[in-house]
């Protein structure tokens, strides 16, 4: 994945600029036209271009070029605010770009806004976004979930102990917290134990319910290592129930004394 124009597009193609509106459309708007591909900018925290999108994208073209439809959106000083694939996928196949300048103070909240309405962001997309604007929790986290391999909500589970609507839209609005760095970073080393023998255990579910088991005050983790290499496979279940149950299985596998986790 990249972010920037060189990398992307390539030498600039400075044969065709144009400066004036070449339509406009119902609502007043000018809609501009040019093949100088290096007067426009990628913004930096906006979304890290997807080269497979941007394949997808020329497919598309090559077998109808609907681009003139649908003008990429950039600021007064040509950062494009919506449509950096189309920008991209236009470029590549030499064709001219259509676009439309909005004027007024624009934000990365603001594009993210924008872009959301037209193809939702991720979470990843929110962490690179608050990443670039130089949030050092969201930095901090970043570098947790790459060290672990794990998703950005499964990372949320873990760092807060859950992963609610209400924990995502706070994510979402820059105001995720590290308060739980260390508590995170010990539950996801304890997890991380585990891959030998279940290689899935780093998805959503399995470590919602792993997150129950661990913190049951009978649970010993020293335990369940060693029921798990003699147990050996470790299936995957549908629902975090059903993984707290398997759980229980192995952990009281031959033992006298047996722990309920469900």
Avoid at 6 to 33: K, L, W, Y
Avoid at 70 to 94: C, E, F, N, W
Wanted: hydrophobic residues 35%.
């Amino acid at each position: 994945m990249t972010n920037t124009i060189s990398e992307v597009v390539g030498r600039a193609n400075e044969s065709t600029i144009d400066s004036t509106p070449v339509v406009s459309d119902d609502t007043g708007q000018s809609v501009f036209c040019t093949s100088d591909y290096a007067k426009f900018t990628l913004i930096n925290g906006n979304r890290v271009i997807r080269m497979r999108k941007v394949e997808n994208l020329i497919e598309s073209i090559e077998q109808k070029n609907l681009l003139s439809c649908y003008p990429i959106v950039v600021t007064s000083d040509m950062h494009i605010i919506d449509g950096q694939h189309r920008y991209v996928a236009a470029a590549k196949l030499g064709l001219p770009i259509w676009y439309v300048v909005v004027v007024g103070k624009i934000n990365l909240h603001v594009i993210a806004l924008v872009n959301n309405e037209q193809n939702a962001w991720t979470m990843r997309d929110y962490l690179h976004m608050y990443q670039s604007l130089g949030l050092n929790q969201y930095k901090s986290f970043a570098g947790y979930i790459d060290n672990f391999g794990l998703s950005v909500s499964t990372g949320i589970l873990l760092w807060l102990g859950q992963c609610n609507s209400t924990d995502k839209r706070t994510f979402k609005a820059g105001d995720f917290t590290n308060s739980g760095y260390n508590k995170a970073r010990e539950v996801a080393s304890a997890i991380s134990d585990l891959q030998e023998n279940i290689p899935h255990c780093k998805a959503y579910k399995f470590c919602l319910a792993f997150i129950d088991v661990l913190t049951h005050p009978d649970y010993n983790h020293k335990q369940m290592l060693r029921k798990l290499s003699i147990t050996g496979t470790f299936p995957r279940c549908a629902q975090a129930s059903d993984y707290i149950r398997e759980l229980e299985r192995v952990y009281n596998f031959k033992s006298h004394d047996k722990v309920r986790f469900f």
